[in-house]
């Protein structure tokens, strides 16, 4: 089983929304912090025990059809039950309603699988059935310690069919399909009652029955009189009329659920328990269930066929389960049902919780966890069961406080901040104050939807609704609106932005989208299985991709447009098992306790092993070749130390808020942090070079100022940015309503300009006044581009979206260059015809890797070790780096010669000296120095020169600088400039120029597609003496191959090996430093700067370790394993870079999305050791959360870090999936981002994971 979904169940998760940390929530983005305290939601004005209260609240669903599909029910009378009515539900809730009113939000659960360290009980939810729809059925259980009421599936457990309201003379009790005991007094008609406690759902009387009505998702249960003081739920539905209905027989028995969207789900019972359940149409089975002769469940089995088995005491409490793995965690209990120790078969998340302490200081009562390490922490409780207080083993205290309904008052961390949240009498969240005593607010509407949203800095959010609570507008603070239109279900019809471009939208009955069609008429569609999963996927263009799931929704098969497929295979719990790609290698992974990877074994044989402490922690990652990988953590549960594969030692430090704020290398260089009351970094000191950061009234970045330069960042009042200045050198940007960037101008005074049509594409650019325009097929590939009225490129895709042919014409139609590619089922090139090149073949081995390439008259071969680096090879010999051909040689991870260069190494595994032998000659050697963020300072070169590199306080070279003979004063300097992460300007001036020269470039993403090269006047640096224009033409990852004047003409053309060493034709009139995506050629050096890193061609090596150590890549210090489809644009994490998809930013094709996520260290490692590049979601998880929006996610991982204290940092990660393959359910709700679009947060189930295509880890470090 998974440890994440007992600790963190989804709905735990979904309700916890943003309150809690109130940090980047209400930073950029305060809006989505407004979206908590669903976990109470009609306060009681009078704090009273359920006083009777008007008809506020718009209790009543649809109800149309309900009873339709329901059997025939007792009759009972109106009124309260008499006196021989049950009482078992009264006597569970006794004089103490608040301990069964507690919400899975407001219950503590640190390090446990999972107790209530309040009440001390033990529970588990699982959820057995998730139907996706505008409503969709879920079917859940859960057990819990103490827990009597259970009926269906043994007393221990609440389900959904054992939902009902027990009914006495004292009133009504809610008995909940979570565990809840709600009681409410008794209403009448029209004068709905809340509850005393717990969450803020209205109790209504209606004819024959009762109503609840639950705020957060506008749903409502109806109950029907049974008689005997009870009333059976027999439908579910919301305003739209969307309904689902529960189907009994004469004697109450469970026969079937059924719902408005089409799903059936039949229930097998036997002996007054559930055994089975259905889905009828398809009669496949989903659950199965076998019980003990006490009635207790022993066995839950999905399509698998083998068995969740759980174990029981005499009291009918949980004592164990055993896993389908064969895995097992046991529990122990006292007298009054706490559960006082847990633990796994070999010692995994072993606890002793003691519940009898006092705090001396408040008198209140102190709950006591202690592992196996012997590490305790410590959890003050009132007396409603509410944890105030957290102390962690270290003694650092978080402290709590709540209401009577459970809602979050405030929250305040180690070291004194304070977030606090105000409510409505509604019990809306109206207020969140942050710690530096700003604060967000928001107003609602009747049916308690946010219609204004206030930020921090003052800007206004606007949304509106129709009378069903659809939201039918938004209203960006930029005061751009965005409509949307419904049908009568509900179901999301149409979507017109603030430019007026709709997209349409069409839903079967369940609300799934089957049919998106762009504005400019571009349709995708969708077919869906009985379980409303997609099997097939037809783009604009008519290709069609299918899907085939498991029962439990996990992919098994893809099949390509083109019939390749690829396969997965899983174990019981849902791990994926292995996967077989299209060329039929096959990647198998293994499992230990909990559903941790322990092994990944790729296609060549290759096996990485993976060790995890007790508490589950990632504690070492043994390479192929035996290296070892070490974490170690401080007890409470934070990275302090992490030792690589050469015994590299980093140690890290952190405030009592958890917070980074150290972190030192082997040579005892520490780079120190110094934060704010939100976490924001004011200061940081690497070894005593300091960089000062503040921050504008968005909280966002607004000057920074480091050693060698000043950074300025200017926004407008939306938040984006206007002006970048970095010492005195400024780049300017102008946006449209849609927040979309219309123009650029340099430092130099180069402006270029864009359009888009209305899918957002880019359609027209202007660069240096030359015009480039774009077209696109209907699936949103670039098929021309056009530039000025000389120069065509063409291009031409298979349908899996690969690039087959491009083609470049130049004056009158001439063909001035052609390449046609061709790949292996999966993906992989393996060939090149090009025009003036000529024909090139390349040999892969089982990984992927290419072992030669073949031309006339040539070849390059390369060999690799397990680890995957190179061990040998050889490339013609008129061809630079020669010296550098032939084997090499290495200690642990370090190159020490290839062929007949030799390197040296600083402690820290940085190459300090890198040595060219040749016969006859006296040897040529560089010698580098770094700082202490890895960073080249300078170079001296086999001359003697001496280079000098400066950086801005965002780590991106701001100039490299030729010292003179002296060693003081400067012979040459170049300028960088610098859009966002790309390069976009360098200005050289030198005593050797009579004039400064400027090469400027212009990106799709990463892919540059224009260079213009001007000369300025020395006095005038914006006045242009002359200046050349030219198209860059890049190969299928976006490195350039051909400079193309406005003639037509080639003024430069490559020539290199695999790996990137570079040459060009000696005639060439032109010359461009950009190689591969994000690397820029430094002839001094032989490197090519990578902004993290510096790359070496010959060697495909980089000369300092990945400063995110093993998350991005198995092989810390290689460059990607192909370079014919990744690339690495930071230096910092390979990704994948199929043709229109190599730019960081492609542009989406029609129905397409974004998704982000962020990540801690063991899920990347999942992520990446998966094999695909995927997310994975494991057994048990019911779902994973995602955003619509970078910040969105960070916000949550900074709100995760708070709550539960994870032990390690968080790094953003981005997907991209078809919009109709996201369930409506699965958004938890709408708030509007800057820019006129929508941030949404979404939780994802398994099957709509397994949609989104590979995973990209984004170019920022983690996420402190």
Not at 63 to 76: D, E, F, Y
Not at 259 to 278: F, K, N, P
Not at 740 to 768: E, F, Q
Request: hydrophobic share 30%; glycine share 10%; aromatic share 8%.
């Amino acid at each position: 089983m998974d440890a994440y979904s007992l600790t963190h169940p989804a709905e735990y998760l979904q309700n916890l929304s943003m309150t809690l940390s109130g940090l980047t929530s209400t930073v950029a983005r305060p809006e989505r912090a407004l979206r908590a305290a669903w976990e109470g939601f009609k306060k009681d004005p009078s704090e009273g025990g359920g006083r009777i209260v008007p008809e506020l609240f718009g209790t009543k669903g649809a109800g149309a059809l309900r009873g339709v599909a329901r059997g025939a029910a007792k009759g009972a009378p109106e009124g309260a039950a008499g006196s021989g009515a049950r009482n078992t539900a009264r006597d569970a809730v006794g004089d103490d309603p608040a301990k069964g009113s507690q919400t899975e939000d407001s219950r503590v659960n640190t390090d446990t699988d999972p107790i209530d360290l309040a009440t001390g009980k033990m529970y588990l939810p699982q959820t057995d059935v998730t139907l996706p729809g505008a409503l969709p059925l879920v079917f859940k259980r859960r057990v819990e310690s103490g827990y009597r009421l259970g009926r269906w599936f043994g007393p221990s457990w609440s389900s959904t069919v054992d939902q009902r309201l027990e009914i006495d003379s004292e009133g009504v009790v809610f008995v909940t399909e979570d565990g809840l005991l709600l009681p409410y007094p008794h209403p009448a008609p029209g004068l709905p009652t809340l509850p005393s406690h717990g969450p803020r759902w209205p109790l209504d009387r209606e004819d024959g029955g009762y109503t609840i009505t639950d705020p957060q998702t506008r749903r409502v249960w109806h109950f029907a009189d049974r008689g005997d003081d009870l009333a059976v739920l027999e439908q579910i539905d919301d305003r739209n009329g969307n309904w689902i209905t529960f189907e009994h027989d004469a004697e109450g028995t469970p026969l079937a659920i059924v719902s408005s969207g089409g799903y059936h789900v039949r229930i097998s019972t036997e002996a007054d328990r559930v055994t089975a359940l259905h889905l009828a149409g398809v009669e496949q089975e989903l659950m199965r269930y076998g019980y003990s002769e006490a009635g207790d469940l022993t066995e839950v089995a999905n399509s698998s066929g083998l068995p969740l088995r759980f174990t029981y005491d005499e009291a009918g409490r949980v004592t164990s389960w055993t896993d389908t793995n064969d895995r097992s965690y046991r529990y122990e209990y006292d007298d009054q049902d706490r559960c006082v120790a847990e633990g796994g078969t070999h010692g995994h998340m072993n606890l002793r919780v003691d519940y009898d302490g006092t705090d001396p200081e408040t008198g209140l009562r102190m709950t006591t966890t202690t592992t196996g390490e012997g590490h305790t922490r410590r959890f003050l409780v009132n007396d409603t069961w509410q944890v105030v207080a957290d102390i962690d083993p270290l003694g650092a205290v978080t402290r709590h406080e709540r209401d009577r309904y459970n809602r979050l008052l405030s929250q305040t961390d180690p070291l004194g901040h304070t977030t606090s949240f105000r409510y409505d009498e509604a019990g809306n969240l109206t207020a969140v104050v942050r710690p530096d005593g700003r604060e967000a607010r928001a107003e609602y509407n009747e049916l308690g939807l946010p219609v204004r949203v206030v930020n921090p800095d003052g800007t206004v959010v606007r949304q509106t609704y129709d009378d069903r609570g659809n939201r039918t507008s938004v209203t960006a603070s930029s005061d751009q609106t965005t409509h949307f239109t419904y049908d009568e279900a509900g179901h999301l019809t149409a979507v017109t932005d603030p430019l007026g471009q709709t997209t349409a939208v069409r839903c079967d009955r369940a609300g799934l989208p089957v049919e998106i069609t762009d504005p400019l008429g571009a349709v995708t569609r969708y077919e869906r299985d009985a379980f409303g999963r997609p099997v097939a996927i037809t783009d604009a263009l008519g290709a069609t991709t299918r899907l085939e799931w498991t029962v439990e929704g996990q992919l098994t098969r893809r099949t390509a447009a083109d019939g390749t497929s690829e396969s997965w295979t899983y174990d019981g719990e849902g791990n994926c098992t292995s996967h077989t790609d299209a060329m039929g290698g096959v990647s198998r992974f293994e499992y230990t306790h909990f559903d941790l990877l322990s092994a990944r074994t790729g296609p060549d044989g290759v096996r990485y092993e993976f060790a995890h402490d007790t508490a589950l922690r990632l504690t070492r990652v043994t390479n192929p070749q035996g290296l070892t990988w070490d974490y170690a953590y401080d007890p409470a549960g934070r990275l302090v130390t992490e030792t690589d594969f050469d015994d590299r030692t980093l140690t890290y430090s952190h405030d009592a808020a958890g917070r980074l704020t150290s972190r030192t290398n082997t040579l005892g260089q520490t780079v120190a942090f110094e934060r704010n009351e939100l976490g924001q970094v004011l200061r940081k000191d690497a070894a005593g070079s300091v960089t000062t950061y503040a921050y504008d009234m968005t909280d966002q970045l607004a000057q920074a100022t480091g050693p060698d330069a000043t950074l300025t960042l200017l926004r407008d009042r939306f938040g984006r940015v206007r002006s970048e200045t970095v010492d005195g050198r400024e780049l300017t940007y102008t946006y449209d309503e849609l927040g979309r960037r219309t123009s650029r101008t340099t430092p130099t005074g180069a402006t270029t300009t864009w359009s888009y049509d209305a899918t957002g594409r880019r359609t027209g650019m202007v660069a240096a006044g030359r015009s480039i325009d774009f077209t696109y097929d209907t699936a949103g590939r670039e098929l021309s581009r056009r530039i000025g009225e000389t120069v065509t490129l063409e291009h031409t895709f298979d349908p899996l979206g690969r690039l087959t042919e491009q083609s470049v014409t130049g004056t009158g139609g001439r063909s001035v260059q052609h390449r046609a590619y061709t790949y292996r089922p999966d993906g992989n090139l393996i060939g090149v015809d090009d025009r003036l090149a000529g024909s090139r073949r390349f040999d892969l081995d089982a990984a992927g890797r290419v072992t030669a390439v073949h031309a006339a008259g040539w070849t390059e071969t390369y060999a690799y070790d397990e680890a995957g680096n190179q061990t040998s090879a050889a490339w013609p010999s008129d061809h630079p780096g020669q010296e550098a051909t032939g084997p090499r040689t290495y200690e642990g991870t370090r190159i020490t010669r290839a062929g007949n260069v030799r390197y040296e190494h600083d402690a820290l595994g940085r190459i300090v000296l890198r040595q060219k032998t040749r016969l006859s000659r006296k040897p040529d050697t560089w010698r580098y120095e770094w700082d202490a963020e890895d960073r080249l300072t300078s170079v001296t070169t086999p001359d003697g020169t001496r280079w000098r590199y400066t950086y801005d306080p965002l780590g991106r070279r701001t100039a490299k600088l030729r010292l003179a003979p002296d060693g003081e004063s400067i012979a040459e300097r170049i300028d960088f400039t610098w859009d966002g992460t790309t390069l976009c300007e360098q200005t050289t001036t030198s005593g050797e120029l009579p004039n400064p020269v400027t090469l400027t470039w212009d990106h799709q993403g990463l892919r540059p597609i224009a260079q213009t090269e001007r000369i300025a006047a020395a006095e005038a640096p914006q006045e242009e003496i002359d200046s050349r224009f030219f198209a860059i033409v890049t190969d299928l990852v976006g490195t350039p191959s051909e400079l193309v004047d406005e003639q037509g003409e080639i003024a430069w053309r490559t020539r290199s090996t695999l790996w990137g060493t570079t040459a060009w034709a000696r005639d060439s009139t032109a010359y461009t430093p950009l190689r591969f995506p994000g690397q820029y050629f430094d002839p001094e050096t032989g490197l090519h700067y990578n902004y993290f890193r510096h790359y070496d061609p010959e060697t495909a090596r980089y000369l300092t370790s990945d400063p995110l150590g093993l998350s991005p890549a198995p092989n810390p210090a290689s460059y990607v394993h192909n370079p014919h489809a990744w690339i690495d644009p930071l230096g910092l994490a390979p990704d994948i870079c199929p043709e229109e998809e190599a730019a960081a930013e492609r542009k989406l094709k029609p129905g397409e999305i974004y998704v982000y996520r962020a990540v801690m260290d063991n899920e990347l490692e999942d992520v990446l050791g998966a094999g695909n590049r995927r997310y994975r979601n494991l057994g048990g998880a019911e779902v994973k959360y995602f955003s619509t929006s970078p910040e969105g996610a960070a916000a949550y991982a900074r709100q995760a870090f708070h709550t539960f204290g994870d032990g390690s940092p968080y790094t953003l990660t981005r997907g991209v999936i078809q919009e109709g393959a996201i369930r409506p359910e699965s958004y938890i709700q709408h708030l509007a981002d800057a820019g006129g679009k929508v941030d949404t947060p979404m939780a994802l189930s398994n099957d709509e994971i397994a949609q989104i295509g590979r995973v990209r880890i984004l170019p920022y470090m983690p996420i402190p």
